[in-house]
């Protein structure tokens, strides 16, 4: 499958499962990980990211570490200060290697200290 193809295909994919209720939130440490959660459950994470105005503040409440669902091996001092995030609309879970690679060319990763996981965009 040529890329013009694959993208036809990605479009279609993300406009029929879901990518306007739906975004799969991406952790890239050693491996890249993958959450699908609704878009309401996306923009509540990103407010709880941006409560605090003061990005150094030691009070925050809630960091994109404190995402349930991702697994965690162990390594903290390894690959906290590697760690990124992103969200893609839709459920890429099938080509989230596709999504990285070549199909979304507008990729703002976060990092783990993140105000706000910013949506990958075509």
């Known amino acids: 499958m040529n890329s013009t193809a694959m993208k036809k295909y990605t ?18 440490r050693v491996v890249f990980e993958e959450k699908v959660v609704s878009r309401k459950e996306y923009e509540e994470i990103n407010q709880n990211l ?31 200060c590697y760690t990124r ?13 596709d999504a990285i690679g070549f199909l979304f060319s507008e990729q703002p990763w976060s990092d783990y200290l993140t105000q706000e996981i910013q949506e990958a965009s075509a």
């Open 85 to 97: 995030y992103i969200a893609f609309p839709g459920d890429v879970t099938n080509f989230t290697d």
């Open 11 to 28: 479009n279609h994919v993300v406009k029929e499962c879901n990518g306007e209720d739906t975004v799969t939130l991406v952790r890239k």
């Open 50 to 80: 941006k409560k605090t105005t003061d990005e150094c503040s030691i009070d925050r409440e809630f960091y994109a570490d404190d995402i349930e669902g991702f697994e965690d091996f162990g390594f903290s001092d390894f690959t906290d």
